[in-house]
């Protein structure tokens, strides 16, 4: 059984300006120990998904689908239960370090807060000295517990985020774009870590990013989604080296390569309004190979090659 | 040490000055001036005198052998005027106190309710808020205190009233934007308790604003808490008090006895300037870019 299955997963948004569709149908799984890679542009619904799954969208948000962490549904289960598996058994890294933490509590007291609420600790001593003990393995020097969130740079607010989440070993983590607010020296410092974390503690993980080049670092798997669907999904080897969606490969060659000699190449036009996607295949006012059965007919998602693809041309 | 600098330092220096003595009269005030603030009788060795009424500021009056200075005069009713200025700040600044104290307590627990919990408890008190938000203070505070009678816990309630608006609107903005701050709905997502996001997130980052507010209402308590005993609400004679002084003062202004009502009225101004310098002075030297903006 998979950690977690996402099944036929809708999301739709009421705004004043029309209702706006960020997930259409989303089936995926995560597999205990793996890291799933989900990629897509700003608006593809990458982060409604991390979102979704942890049952944090706004009230306006209407969710139809089910979404199983080990079996359980998360979207129908009461709020007290939902409460007690946040945190333990599925934990949630953000994008900006600097404002994920609280500012006028030190970081001591962020471990100590989650782990007597959990029950994880009986006393303040024993969560401090377990949070040492695990900010050390992350890069951070144990003085920092009592510092203020002001006082760290953002690498090391990063790293903490990542201790918060790790702190009460949940089976599953979600990371939304974790290294976007960061510089790209950082950057590397923190894929590193999720690497490492990745090999020393087995947890699963939801890797969301619009860069495929860090997906093709840290992901077993990788879905990529386009305007709320899943255009391809697959083993990342496969997916970088032979991308079948037309979507994917314009997402790998609108990767920078340093000292590469590949023609750097934007895609153009923008993502698709989702208040009205267009008909048919959602990717087609964009894609170089469109053809008129791509206008008109909506490509299913089938399997090829051991892996799933959305695209008329390739099934 | 070295001198302060520019307008804020300046006015902490001044306001805190001022501060100092009028927590300095409250609290020892009524015991440095004795028994002339409430009666005209003054008792020396045994022997009971009568101070007369209406004596000029200056007034040297020999009691006994004892000679008695009256350097603010004395009222209508041979009270010491100064004795009155003196002892009167313990009244109103226990009120202004006590109504700035629950003022803030019960806005800041409505702000953080409605702000955290929405809905339709909101919108309810955020009407019933707005509506006194409205209404003027003054007219409502009045309103209160005649309901209410006189009292230092009753006065302090009528106008503790008037300001609890003030708290909560400001509370239920901050909790409003903190409430999809990403640290929050960190805690949220970690499974903290609405108990705990409340009082450890959410709390501890409005504290900073309802600190800046506080001597600022607390000023604004001072003179409601004078209006309302110039119509002679709340207090019961012979009780000290300025805005009490005044109103009687006013009647013998004309007349040529202006030392009755000026100096409770010098009090009332000096108390007030003091409060909002530091108030003022404070925010600006603690929150440099929201003077700026």
Known sequence: MSLLRVQDLWVRYRTRRGVVEALSGVSLSVEEGEVLGVVGESGSGKSTLGLAVIRLLPRSAEVRGSVLLNGKDLTSLPEEELRRIRGREVSMVFQDPYSSLNPVMRIGDHFVELMMEHGAAATREEALEAAGELLERLGVPRERLNDYPHQLSGGQRQRVAIGLALILKPRLVIADEITTALDALVERQIIDLVKEVKREYRTSMLFITHNMGLVAEVADRVAVLYAGKLAELGEVREVVSNPLHPYTEALLRSVPRIGGSRELRPIPGEPPDMRNPPPGCRFHPRCPLATERCRREEPPLVERGGRLVACHLRS | MRLPRGFAEWGLAVG????????????????????????????????????????????????????????????????????????????????ALLSTAISAALGTILGLLSGYVGGFLDRVLSLVMD?????????????????????????????????????????????????????????????????????????????PQIVSLLPVSFADA???????????????????????????????????????????GLMIILSVLGFLLVGESLNELLNPRKVEA
């Open chain 2, 16 to 95: 805190t000055a001022l501060v100092a003595l009028f927590v300095a009269l409250a609290l020892a005030g009524e015991s440095l001036v004795g028994q002339l603030a409430v009666s005209n009788v003054v008792v020396v060795d045994g022997r009971v005198y009568e101070v007369p009424p209406l004596l000029p500021p200056g007034s040297r009056l020999t009691v006994g052998g004892r000679e008695l200075v009256f350097i603010m005069g004395t009222d209508q009713l041979g009270r010491d005027v100064f004795a009155r200025v003196v002892s009167g700040a313990r009244f109103v600044l226990t009120v």
């Open chain 2, 131 to 207: 509506s006194m938000y409205a209404f003027p203070g003054l007219i409502l505070a009045i309103a209160i205190a005649a309901l209410l009678g006189v009292g230092v816990l009753n006065i302090s309630m009528a106008i503790a009233v008037v300001y609890i608006p003030s708290y909560y609107r400001m509370v239920r903005g901050v909790v409003l934007s903190l409430k999809s701050a990403p640290f929050v709905e960190a805690a949220v997502i970690a499974g903290a308790s609405p108990w705990s996001i409340v009082t450890r997130h959410i709390l501890p980052n409005v504290v």
């Open chain 2, 222 to 264: 001072i003179i409601t808490e004078a209006g309302l005993t110039f119509l002679g609400l709340g207090i019961e004679p012979p009780t000290p008090d300025w805005g009490f002084d005044l109103n009687k003062g006013r009647q013998f202004f004309l007349a040529g006895y202006w030392w009755i009502g000026v100096f409770p």
